[in-house]
């Protein structure tokens, strides 16, 4: 399995608190996502990374921010929590297509972390 | 702006039986993936489609790719219970590494 942890994996919190989410790679993967998950609504890119300090909006990223100043990390800010943030969120990472890894030529698939349940009260 | 549509989004069918999900993606795209997510689990790749007319099997499934139709499809053969999870295709936006999902197919396989 691929190398990726979030955390915390719970957190409750209240509406107006800051909460940052966190993603660990041990993969060297160059690309790293925000996703959330939401019923009815599948996957939706929040943010992602091409490289440190290289990021770039998804397809809802009003109300987050986020931050790679390591290859290894990337992590997720809501400054200030609201109930409409209520979901799972999913960290994953990819690498670039062709480029050899460990497992051989890289297909640029997703890897998934094991998500994090954020509920705003 | 890259969208991605799936369908159906529920899907009840009963072991044995054959079905088809669809993924249809508005811009240009030759990189397409398949995942599967079981409920309160994290996502797996099943698939990946680099090109068009590429085709990947797995046991009873087989996912195919038509980049000119910008579809691709997710055949079920002989359905089993142990299939029953919730499939997304996701589509790399031209090249970019950014990667939008559909909403996703919940099937239910009845026994």
């Known amino acids: 399995d691929a190398g990726i942890t979030q955390s915390p994996r719970h957190k409750v919190t209240e509406t107006g608190t800051p909460v940052t989410l966190r993603c660990h790679q041990t993969e060297n993967h160059r690309y790293m996502y925000w996703y959330r998950q939401d019923p009815g609504h599948g996957l939706r890119l929040i943010h992602y990374?091409?490289?440190?300090?290289?990021?770039d909006k998804g397809e809802v990223s009003d109300g987050y921010s986020v931050s790679r100043s390591k290859t290894e990390d990337f992590l997720l800010t809501l400054e200030s929590a609201t109930s409409s943030q209520t979901s799972v969120y999913f960290c994953?990472?990819?690498?670039?297509?062709?480029?050899?890894?460990?497992?051989?030529?890289?297909?640029?698939?997703?890897?998934f972390g094991e998500g994090s349940r954020l509920t705003v009260l | 702006e890259l969208k991605v549509e799936q369908n159906p989004l529920f899907l009840s069918m009963q072991e044995g039986k054959n079905y088809t999900i669809y993924c249809n993606y508005s811009?240009?795209?030759?990189?397409l993936y398949w995942y599967r997510q079981d409920p309160g689990k994290s996502l797996e790749s099943l698939f990946v489609l680099l090109s068009n007319g590429a085709v990947k099997q797995e046991g009873r499934l087989m996912a195919s790719l038509d980049t000119k139709a910008r579809l691709s499809t997710l055949h079920i053969t002989a359905a089993v219970h142990d299939l029953s999870a919730t499939y997304f295709c996701a589509v790399d936006a031209s090249g970019t590494y950014k990667y939008i999902f559909g909403t996703g197919t919940r099937l239910k396989v009845l026994a």
């Open positions: 811009t240009t795209s030759d990189r």
């Open positions: 990374s091409y490289g440190v300090k290289d990021t």
């Open positions: 994953a990472i990819s690498e670039r297509l062709g480029l050899a890894g460990a497992r051989g030529s890289n297909t640029g698939e997703l890897f």
